[in-house]
């Protein structure tokens, strides 16, 4: 009859449970490690308002990490993700091909649900191909205009949307591409044009590949926010 080594089963005990220990030990450091930094994120400037970057700041907050985010024009937030200077951008559509190809992570929560719209001063205009060889007005860096424009050959893309108002104001374009919640923001500046909604386009969260391990925290983080009727617009605590 075969005798129990206890030995063995007690060195095999020890080596389980420190190998559990480790592992737990591994992510309570990375998670330490990031807390110990704040996380750098960057919104478009003047596409959406500066609750959006408190209440995401908070939501991080409330993971025990801390992030901090940064108004930047499109381009320049979209080069400096690429060159790994950025941990993450708030607010790009899903499918943003380049970012897929690079290995991006883009959280599964939307960080903003949102309506593309054409502004113009002519009731009749209802979508992009009726401008019929007219001039559009687009934001530099915005994914989301590129595409709904791409068949459209008369287009001036533009560095702010103060300065694509003023034109629009001046009738120096004919259209303009915005959404909802820029067009809300602007108030009464642009009370006045016709607008139509043109699609919808949620907007995400992408970070870089470096953050696998707690993406998915602040992605749970935001959904929980969201799961109680908040929204990352409204306006911060």
Do not use: H, W
């Given at each position: 009859m075969e005798t129990l080594n206890l030995s063995a089963i007690a060195r095999v005990t020890?080596?389980?449970?420190?190998?559990?220990?480790s592992a737990l030990l591994?992510?309570?450091m990375v998670h330490d490690a990031v807390a110990n930094e704040c996380l750098t994120f960057a919104t478009p400037e003047n596409?959406?308002?500066?609750?959006?970057a408190q209440n995401f700041e908070?939501?991080?907050?409330?993971?025990?990490?801390?992030?901090?985010?940064?108004?930047?024009?499109p381009e320049q937030s979209e080069r400096m993700f690429r060159a790994g200077e950025l941990d993450g951008e708030l607010t790009r559509?899903?499918?943003?091909?380049?970012?897929?190809?690079?290995?991006?992570?883009?959280?599964a929560t939307p960080s903003i649900e949102g309506q593309a719209l054409l502004v113009s001063f002519d009731p009749t205009l209802?979508?992009?191909?009726?401008?019929?060889g007219r001039l559009l007005g687009m934001l530099r860096g915005i994914e989301w205009q590129r595409e709904m424009a791409r068949d459209h050959g008369n287009r001036v893309y533009l560095p702010n949307y103060s300065v694509m108002v003023e034109m629009l104001s001046l009738?120096?374009?004919?259209?303009?591409?915005?959404?909802?919640?820029t067009f809300k923001r602007l108030g009464g500046v642009l009370a006045s044009p016709s607008r139509v909604i043109i699609g919808y386009r949620n907007v995400y969260i992408w970070m870089q590949p470096r953050h696998s391990d707690i993406a998915p925290i602040i992605s749970d983080a935001?959904?929980?926010?969201?799961s109680t009727g908040k929204s990352l617009l409204d306006p911060a605590d």
């Open positions: 020890v080596g389980v449970v420190v190998s559990a220990i591994s992510v309570s596409t959406v308002g500066k609750q959006v908070a939501v991080v907050a409330s993971t025990g990490l801390c992030a901090k985010v940064l108004d930047l024009p559509v899903m499918d943003y091909s380049d970012y897929e190809q690079r290995g991006m992570i883009r959280l209802k979508s992009v191909p009726e401008l019929d009738g120096r374009i004919d259209a303009m591409l915005i959404d909802n919640i935001l959904a929980k926010f969201q």
